[in-house]
């Protein structure tokens, strides 16, 4: 089955799955009976190729063999696999169809705000009328609450966490989760008078119409992996502060991502294991190795070497963890996709030029290291072409994408589509598996396959030959949400 959608004065063939030729009848009839007239076409995902077309009174031609009819179409449906990513659209498109008097609309539709619309768009199945996320106070999905916990620092260290960043405020962005607080890791002693940047977590509420609170961590090492820093004075655990507040006034339990150091939420969860096993849904933890029996003297990841008794402790809280290792192991092959590993990394002008010009912006005030406060003003200029062809043509190392995207209920498949946990006919790129973990205090793991784990999960690539682009695919198609 074909469906033919007009942009402009262009006919786009859409391949659309032939399970929905049927739906597409039945909702006809159901249209044609209910005479129902008017409506709007609520949102089309463009890069994952689905539609939602709700209380449309629609021409679409649905080209079979041999044959050429034009349906009109009403309520909710939705196409599910349709390849609309294979094209390319402007900003702004445009959709002819008939109204049920036989005139002819046109709605113009702003591709960004469409996206932003979609909330839990990328999840499949069909939406029926009350289930469907045509505006924001229509939407049903819960948000998942998140906290993210990252070594986002100014001037830049590994400029990964700007890119992580950008994809948990897509994720908010698109109403998948509540982004409740940003923790930035005390700059390391070897941070060269670097900075918790709060300058791109203040670009990032802008763009994405938000106000999400941030804080510092702690700048003390711990003692030992059950140092809870009592002796601390309240500038150094203010941030801790931050995560039991967020924890304790959370509904629903919390998501934490951690993207650098564990000493924040090490310290939070020792302080408070009642307060993490009743409210903190899980941890993604991104940090370590995930060979299954590392030998004593391996070389540590860095994020463990970070905080190793805060790495250790997280294994100890009464909450479930997902174990995201950086790599598989350090001493060879670190630079290439193995099955424990999250790591891969892609070509930043693959997604770079495709993004908003504030979120261009924002990536040009992280890459020029500027440190001059002026993250207003800088999303407001003009942006640097030179300063953004340069570091497109620069490959980055990537690992904690996964994660974000799992907490939020999707996965990828390996041609790179984001799609609901709970589709099963998809083929998922990575998967967690039930594990059983041990951790000593030098932050050196073992683990067994352990199905009967109900908490501690472990990060699996499940085709290592298309995770990296599969994964590149996610993201650019999550960072395009973002206007
Ligand atoms: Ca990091």
Redesign the pocket.
């Known amino acids: 089955m074909h469906l033919k959608i007009k942009q402009e004065n262009t006919r786009y063939d859409i391949a659309a799955s032939k399970l929905f030729y049927p739906l597409l009848l039945i909702i006809d009839a159901i249209a044609f009976l209910s005479k129902e007239k008017g409506g709007k076409i609520e949102w089309i995902n463009w890069k994952t190729g689905m539609c939602v077309f709700i209380d449309l009174s629609a021409s679409v031609e649905m080209t079979r063999p041999r044959t050429t009819r034009t349906r009109t179409c009403s309520r909710c449906i939705l196409f599910n696999n349709v390849s609309l990513n294979e094209m390319e659209f402007d900003n702004t498109i445009r959709l002819d169809y008939r109204d049920f008097k036989g005139g002819t609309k046109v709605e113009k539709i702003d591709r960004r705000t469409v996206l932003g619309m979609t909330a839990a768009g990328l999840a499949g199945g069909i939406l029926w009328p009350g289930l469907v996320y045509g505006n924001e106070s229509g939407k049903v999905k819960k948000k998942t609450p998140v906290l993210h916990v990252?070594?986002l620092f100014r001037p830049h260290m590994?400029p990964?966490?700007h890119w992580d960043l950008a994809c948990v405020y897509s994720l908010a962005y698109r109403g998948d989760i509540e982004l409740k607080g940003v923790l930035i890791d005390h700059p390391p002693a070897n941070a060269d008078g670097r900075n918790p940047d709060i300058s791109a977590v203040a670009q990032m509420n802008l763009i994405a119409g938000t106000y999400v609170p941030v804080a510092a961590g702690s700048g003390l090492p711990m003692k030992s992996r059950d140092d809870v820093q009592d002796y601390a004075p309240a500038a150094e655990h203010y941030g801790v502060g931050m995560v039991l507040d967020v924890l304790r006034k959370s509904p629903e339990p919390v998501v934490i991502n951690i993207?650098?150091s564990s000493r924040d939420i090490a310290i939070a969860g020792k302080k408070a294991p009642g307060l993490f096993e009743s409210k903190c849904a899980a941890i993604y933890l991104n940090a370590g190795t995930g060979s299954p029996e590392m030998s004593p003297a391996s070389k540590l990841e860095y994020?463990v070497t970070l905080e190793r008794y805060g790495f250790a402790a997280i294994f100890d809280l009464p909450c479930p963890v997902y174990w995201m290792p950086c790599f598989e192991q350090l001493e060879s092959s670190r630079r290439q996709v193995r099955e424990y590993g999250t790591h891969y990394k892609f070509r930043q002008d693959e997604i770079l030029p495709h993004l908003s010009d504030m979120v261009q912006k924002y990536f040009a005030y992280m890459f020029g290291k500027y440190t001059d406060s002026n993250w207003l003003g800088y999303l407001k200029c003009a942006k640097d072409e030179t300063l953004l062809a340069k570091v497109g043509s620069m490959y980055r190392h990537m690992w904690c994408t996964a994660g974000f995207l799992h907490a939020s209920g999707y996965t990828v498949t390996r041609d790179g589509k984001i799609v609901s946990l709970t589709e099963k006919r998809a083929r998922p790129v990575f998967t967690f598996d039930a594990v059983k973990v041990e951790c000593d205090d030098n932050g050196v793991t073992r683990w067994t396959r352990d199905d009967s784990s109900k908490d501690r999960f472990i990060f699996h690539v499940r085709d290592t030959d298309n995770y990296q682009a599969a994964m590149t695919a996610a993201m650019k198609s999550l960072l395009t949400a973002l206007p």
């Open positions: 990252t070594d590994d990964d966490d993207l650098g994020n």
